[in-house]
């Protein structure tokens, strides 16, 4: 629902078009949506002038219009919410490996552990955790270029240096 | 869902392998020094 509010007058135009309806049809597709769900909405002729409106961006259709766009185009508004949450899903992984630690900060708590003897782990353990979180970490850079380049922009940021 | 969503999704779990791996290690690493503090605060003598 919240994708929809953000659905611009272009994309219920393409919604449209990708069906190969013409206006005329649009409006009997969103009268028949409302008769679905026994709604009350505007005559043929009525939403005949409105649907130009909204698509040029002039009008935004207010809700219950809004809500019979995503009855009709399911599918397609399905795909953006997907999309939506993608976005946000980037938003945390970006955020997420920023606050990872930096290898120097590895590199010191590897010292400091190594500075006096463990009884539960051994000098190798230690080299070896240190040894395997800064691999993790090259990796999680490696991985955030090839998100950058699937995505085609810097959408997702810079983790490491 | 289109091949690259899917692909998307892919890096993203892997990513999120890597960084949960990356804070397991250094969990470990913190904990040994939170071993060395402990013992001297609870230990009255």
């Known amino acids: 629902m919240r994708a929809l509010a953000d659905v611009t007058g272009e994309t219920l135009r393409s919604w449209r078009e990708s069906k190969g309806w013409d206006v005329p049809r ?3 597709e969103l009268r028949k949506a409302a008769r679905d769900t026994g709604e009350d909405v505007a005559a043929h002729h009525g939403l005949v002038k409105m649907i130009p409106q909204w698509e040029r961006g002039g009008r935004a259709p207010r809700e219950r219009y809004r809500l019979l766009y ?3 185009f399911e599918d397609m508004a399905g795909g953006m919410a997907a999309g939506a949450d993608l976005v946000m899903r980037l938003a945390e992984i970006r955020s997420h490996a ?3 630690p930096a290898p120097d900060e590895i590199r010191t708590l590897e010292a400091a552990a190594l500075a006096k ?3 539960t782990m051994t000098p190798a ?3 070896a955790r240190a040894a395997e979180a ?3 970490l090259r990796e999680v850079a490696a991985k955030i270029a090839e998100l950058s380049a699937l995505l085609g922009d810097d959408a997702v940021g810079e983790a490491e240096s | 869902m289109s091949t690259r969503d899917d692909e998307i999704r892919r890096v993203v779990a892997e990513l999120d392998a890597h960084m949960a791996a990356v804070e397991a290690s250094v969990a470990a690493l913190k904990a040994l020094l939170a071993d060395d503090e402990a013992p001297g605060q ?4």
């Open chain 1, 26 to 28: 649009m409006a009997r």
């Open chain 1, 70 to 72: 995503l009855k009709v």
């Open chain 1, 98 to 100: 920023a606050s990872l």
């Open chain 1, 117 to 119: 003897p463990r009884k």
């Open chain 1, 125 to 127: 353990e230690i080299r």
């Open chain 1, 134 to 136: 800064i691999i993790h």
């Open chain 2, 42 to 45: 609870e230990d009255p003598s």
